[in-house]
């Protein structure tokens, strides 16, 4: 049975031009102006570029962009079938003004931010990109292990055993057969295990599959940790197609992050008897300049709301702090957000 895109989840095809984009975005190295705006907003966004003041370099960067927009105003680009936000990152090498574009058909934040390197934390919170993801494919003789960075396979082992499959007449008993049988499996589940532990390093997930009783027999020799990032995963065998692994990855990936926001909002509330927390923007604001702020949880219609402005600042400083972002895209989030001025803060001590 083929697992159903969610109505957040984006398409396989779409996944993997944004993941090879990402791919050469990460690879700048000089401060960068990062733009995410609605198709159609162009000319408001302009306006918000315009009133902002910056250094030399940067007012030259973002004039380039100003261009740019206009640009698509004309003819915008996408990698989905419809466009709904557009993003631009602009920086400066060698003295050259550089800008790399690209359209997704799913709605992205209202981002305008100067920062050491482009912020590209909206599409690994929403789209689920830029992530480390081990897929585990065995049966009982063989198994392959690859390592995904987004839709790249990075590294990739392959392993297997010589194993008869039934007993033939003669020599050691059925009992003994099968014994013998068995105890080769082990030894080789736990051969893959090792070498899954060895290639596991930063992964956020281990995605185990296959046809048979193996996986689950495999899965009995991992070790705690390993154990913890393990998701099983159904109709995947070897000959599953690239664009069907993809979707398979995307859906555990959405399926995580769902999970992980809902323990993070958890969090939050246990933090506010200890005053270990801020709702008000102007609060968390202050203590964003303070450099008290841990964490702050925002949401992804932020731009909806009256101060989205002065949110979009608190951005940029997070940014430019060591303080974490993480967007939130659940509607039952988003709305408890929203009576909160769409923003929550888990401090790292309390303010006064």
Same mark, same amino acid.
């Given at each position: 049975?083929?697992?159903?895109? %969610?109505?957040?989840? #984006? *398409?396989? =095809?779409?996944?993997?031009?944004? $993941?090879?984009? /990402?791919?050469? @975005?990460?690879?700048?190295?000089?401060?960068?102006?990062?733009?995410?705006?609605?198709?159609?907003? %162009?000319?408001?966004? #302009? *306006?918000? =570029?315009?009133?902002?003041?910056? $250094?030399?370099? /940067?007012?030259? @960067?973002?004039?380039?962009?100003?261009?740019?927009?206009?640009?698509?105003?004309?003819?915008?680009?996408?990698?989905?079938?419809?466009?709904?936000?557009?993003?631009?990152?602009?920086?400066?090498?060698?003295?050259? @003004?550089?800008?790399?574009?690209?359209?997704?058909?799913?709605?992205?934040?209202?981002?305008?931010?100067?920062?050491?390197?482009?912020?590209?934390?909206?599409?690994?919170?929403?789209?689920?990109?830029?992530?480390?993801?081990?897929?585990?494919?065995?049966?009982?003789?063989?198994?392959?292990?690859?390592?995904?960075?987004?839709?790249?396979?990075?590294?990739?082992?392959?392993?297997?055993?010589?194993?008869?499959?039934?007993?033939?007449?003669?020599?050691?008993?059925?009992?003994?057969?099968?014994?013998?049988?068995?105890?080769?499996?082990?030894?080789?589940?736990?051969?893959?295990?090792?070498?899954?532990?060895?290639?596991?390093?930063?992964?956020?997930?281990?995605?185990?599959?296959?046809?048979?009783?193996?996986?689950?027999?495999?899965?009995?020799?991992?070790?705690?940790?390993?154990?913890?990032?393990?998701?099983?995963?159904?109709?995947?065998?070897?000959?599953?197609?690239?664009?069907?692994?993809?979707?398979?990855?995307?859906?555990?990936?959405?399926?995580?992050?769902?999970?992980?926001?809902?323990?993070?909002?958890?969090?939050?509330?246990?933090?506010?008897?200890?005053?270990?927390?801020?709702?008000?923007?102007?609060?968390?604001?202050?203590?964003?300049?303070?450099?008290?702020?841990?964490?702050?949880?925002?949401?992804?219609?932020?731009?909806?709301?009256?101060?989205?402005?002065?949110?979009?600042?608190?951005?940029?400083?997070?940014?430019?702090?060591?303080?974490?972002?993480?967007?939130?895209?659940?509607?039952?989030?988003?709305?408890?957000?929203?009576?909160?001025?769409?923003?929550?803060?888990?401090?790292?001590?309390?303010?006064?």
């Amino acid at each position: 049975m083929k697992t159903p895109l %969610g109505p957040l989840e #984006i *398409s396989p =095809l779409e996944w993997m031009s944004i $993941n090879q984009f /990402l791919y050469e @975005i990460k690879k700048i190295d000089s401060p960068c102006i990062t733009v995410y705006y609605p198709y159609g907003k %162009g000319k408001d966004t #302009i *306006s918000l =570029l315009q009133e902002t003041k910056r $250094n030399e370099i /940067l007012e030259k @960067i973002e004039s380039k962009i100003e261009h740019k927009i206009t640009e698509l105003k004309k003819n915008p680009v996408t990698v989905g079938k419809f466009t709904k936000t557009l993003c631009i990152f602009g920086w400066m090498k060698n003295g050259k @003004i550089n800008i790399k574009v690209i359209g997704t058909s799913k709605k992205l934040p209202y981002i305008y931010m100067a920062s050491k390197k482009p912020f590209i934390k909206p599409f690994n919170d929403i789209l689920e990109t830029n992530y480390d993801v081990l897929l585990v494919t065995l049966d009982q003789k063989s198994a392959r292990i690859q390592k995904f960075h987004g839709s790249q396979i990075i590294q990739e082992a392959k392993l297997g055993i010589d194993l008869q499959g039934r007993h033939r007449k003669g020599g050691q008993s059925q009992g003994r057969f099968l014994r013998a049988r068995q105890t080769k499996i082990h030894v080789f589940f736990k051969k893959v295990a090792n070498k899954v532990r060895e290639m596991d390093s930063n992964s956020l997930l281990i995605l185990l599959g296959g046809i048979g009783p193996a996986k689950t027999e495999f899965y009995h020799e991992l070790d705690s940790e390993l154990a913890k990032k393990c998701r099983f995963v159904e109709t995947l065998s070897f000959s599953t197609s690239a664009k069907e692994i993809n979707k398979k990855i995307i859906h555990h990936l959405y399926q995580h992050r769902r999970k992980y926001v809902v323990e993070l909002i958890e969090k939050y509330e246990k933090l506010v008897k200890d005053g270990l927390t801020a709702k008000r923007n102007d609060v968390i604001y202050k203590a964003l300049e303070i450099g008290a702020v841990d964490t702050i949880i925002v949401s992804a219609n932020y731009h909806t709301n009256s101060q989205f402005k002065k949110i979009m600042k608190m951005l940029e400083i997070a940014k430019n702090t060591s303080c974490k972002i993480e967007f939130a895209v659940s509607p039952k989030i988003i709305k408890k957000l929203d009576i909160d001025n769409s923003v929550l803060a888990i401090l790292r001590y309390k303010i006064t």
